[in-house]
């Protein structure tokens, strides 16, 4: 299952997801979204579960909990809608 992290604080990192979610079983992946141009966190991320119980029971567990001093918004991430891509300039 695939877990939508938002309101993170500019400071998390990827590793710090992994922590945090690893506590509820296995993680396939965790990423910080950034900022092509800028490198700088976009305040969201993804953390990737094989077992959906377990994703489940993070989502329960770390929704509108403290990371890093805000608390962060979890849930089940949404299918990416099909959209053309923006020109770049």
């Known amino acids: 299952m695939n ?3 938002g309101n993170l604080a ?3 990192t990827s590793e710090d997801l992994q922590e945090a979610f690893g506590a509820f079983g296995e993680i396939s992946r965790a990423t910080v979204i950034t900022d092509r141009e800028t490198g700088r966190s976009k305040g969201f991320g993804f953390v990737e579960m094989p077992n959906d ?3 489940r029971k ?3 567990e770390m ?3 403290s990371l890093s001093g805000r608390n962060i918004r979890v ?3 949404k299918p990416r809608e099909d959209r053309p891509r923006r020109p770049r300039f």
Do not use: G
Request: aromatic content about 12%; overall charge negative.
């Open 58 to 60: 993070a989502i329960e």
């Open 10 to 12: 500019y400071a998390v």
């Open 3 to 5: 877990i939508y992290i």
């Open 75 to 77: 849930n089940e991430a």
């Open 53 to 55: 119980d377990e994703a």
């Open 63 to 65: 929704n509108d909990q």
